[in-house]
RNA sequence: GGCCCGUUCGUCUAGCGGUUUGGACACCGCCCUCUCAAGGCGGAGAUCACGGGUUCGAAUCCCGUACGGGCUACCA
């Protein structure tokens, strides 16, 4: 019988949920729901400079987005809370003690001002430019007299002495080992009382018995560090697991630049939650190589940290788009009218609240688009000329597509033929259509680009029979009007 | 400077001593077709960063170099 696994995600609320983070949580959570285990969540907020409470809600609104629950945390509470580093403050207070109780930690009444021009003139020299030691070698009389005083003054750990080196095996990466008289006694505890990241975090990794800390890479180099601490604590050292980054297309620093650099941000563009899950989830971890469509309960079947790549990966926003245009087309019409409702009501095109006829003719349109978008923001422009009173025209296109004798007589021809057809439905519509070269004497081609033009406005759009049937006979013979109308001076053309 | 990590098609990856290095996105061509998509078929694209070893045999193991990245804060 083996403990049962406990994870956390705990990010501190110093922006909101970024795409690094989100797949740091998807794996995090993956892993939990795997084992059957727990997933935490957890707000390092230590950062009294730059965390904030909006930072918060949207970390959460992010994580809730993509489909992620967990088991302890904020909204949920849970038997290890509280979840914020800043209601903590006893807990560290503790800490602090039990690692002074064994020796591990001492008083250091450096100033700042000092440890830079040390730390400049060790760096100058080369090598090893941590603390030097100065207060972990004061005489405990002097260190209890300047205490007394209330002289100003950080916590430090003691890293053993004789202690030559920190192992220790990355769940990812293997077989780790960092030569201990590179680690430096470490600031635990702030001149303020607060305590560091590296110090807050082992004391309530331990505390709540996380068993796998899955995080980013750039927290390699502070694991040596947190094992020391885990080890003064008396606590056993959980599993870790080192994440490579994620990096923008040009290969730099992801960030607003390249577009979504955080989760909402996506949500923005019109992706779905369950194609970025799906792609940030396969961004470094892979099932077998083959399959990429992968939904979230396939994911906590069968993730495992022993798939994780261990090189940093470049975010593809093509294959994101792909993957999402695939989440797309997968939808029904009653999901992808779902979908659609809220971009159609935000361009002002529609109401929430729709007529049944009104649900029938967008359940029917739904196919339609879905078929052919790679994001929902692709929606709107794609349909607003079926809910315009009139469109707009290019005059390039109008020149191309009207203007000349040929397209006058289709559109003459087209719009006779479905003035006539005793239903106004896709196929009679494709019928009358198809009849046009024929008594119109001018090419099939012809006759389909003036009417696309002269009803939708452009020369793309989605099939012409079914858009002419959801614009219904009078507002598509309209257009046919008011194309021939308005193309050449002379109405000789008119029916 | 010191310590540490990484390096397979443009991108994400498979590979874990013996395969013609497989798949996906993107790209190109053909088919389908009322435009655009979607779909189908096919193509091009990787001297596995480089140099040494170990081995009968190395993308796979070891060492070095180069390049990229992280840490080296009273940030996280």
Not at 52 to 77: H, M, Q
Not at 146 to 153: K, V, W
Not at 368 to 393: G, W
Request: net charge negative; with cysteine; hydrophobic share 45%.
């Amino acid at each position: 019988m083996s403990t049962p696994v406990r994870v956390r995600f705990a990010p501190s609320p110093t922006g909101q949920l970024h795409v690094g983070g989100a797949r740091t949580a998807i794996y995090n959570w993956a892993l939990a729901r795997r084992t059957g285990g727990v997933f935490i969540l957890r707000i390092d907020d230590t950062d009294p400079e730059r965390s904030t409470d909006e930072n918060v809600s949207a970390i959460l609104r992010g994580l809730r987005w993509l489909g992620l629950d967990w088991d302890e945390g904020p909204e949920v509470g849970g038997a290890f809370g509280p979840y914020f580093q800043t209601q903590r403050s006893d807990t560290y207070v503790d800490g602090l003690a039990t690692m002074r109780a064994g020796g591990h930690a001492y008083p250091c009444f450096c100033t700042s001002e000092e440890l830079e021009t040390k730390r400049d003139a060790a760096r100058l020299k080369g090598g090893f430019a941590g603390y030097d030691g100065t207060c972990r070698s004061l005489d405990p009389e002097t260190v209890a007299v300047r205490l007394a005083a209330g002289e100003p003054h950080v916590w430090r750990l003691a890293v053993p002495e004789g202690r030559t080196e920190v192992v220790f095996d990355d769940a990812i990466r293997g077989h780790l080992s960092f030569p201990a008289d590179a680690l430096d006694d470490f600031v635990l505890v702030r001149t303020d009382g607060t305590p560091t990241y590296n110090f807050a975090t082992v004391v309530d990794d331990a505390l709540m018995e996380i068993t796998h800390i899955i995080r980013g890479d750039d927290h390699l180099s502070n694991t040596p560090r947190q094992i020391l601490v885990f080890e003064a604590l008396g606590h056993v050292v959980p599993v870790f697991a080192h994440l490579p980054m994620i990096w923008g297309p040009d290969g730099k620093r992801l960030s607003k630049r390249h577009g979504a650099a955080s989760v909402e941000a996506y949500r923005d563009e019109g992706f779905l939650p369950e194609a970025v899950l799906n792609y940030l989830a396969l961004l470094g971890w892979s099932l077998d190589g083959e399959t990429t469509i992968i939904s979230a309960q396939m994911l906590c079947d069968s993730f495992s940290l022993d798939r994780v790549s261990s090189n940093p990966a470049i975010l593809d926003t093509d294959k994101l788009e792909w993957m999402n245009g695939a989440y797309i087309r997968e939808l029904d019409a009653e999901g992808f009218v779902a979908h659609m409702i809220p971009w159609l009501v935000d361009a002002g095109l529609t109401t929430v609240e729709q007529t049944e006829a009104q649900r029938a003719w967008l359940l029917q349109l739904a196919p339609l688009v879905s078929e052919r978008i790679k994001r929902l923001d692709e929606i709107v422009p794609m349909v607003r000329f079926l809910f315009m009173d009139t469109i707009e025209i290019d005059p390039a296109v109008r020149e191309k597509a009207l203007t000349s004798e040929n397209a006058r007589a289709a559109l003459a021809g087209a719009r006779e033929l479905l003035s006539q057809i005793p239903d106004f439905e896709a196929a009679s519509i494709e019928a009358a259509l198809r009849a046009v070269p024929e008594i119109a004497d001018v090419k099939a081609k012809v006759v389909f680009l003036a009417v696309r033009v002269a009803a939708t406005g452009t020369t793309v759009s989605p099939p012409l029979w079914e858009s002419l049937e959801l614009l219904g006979r009078e507002k598509a013979l309209r257009r046919l009007d008011a194309a021939l109308a308005g193309g050449v001076d002379d109405p000789a053309t008119h029916p």
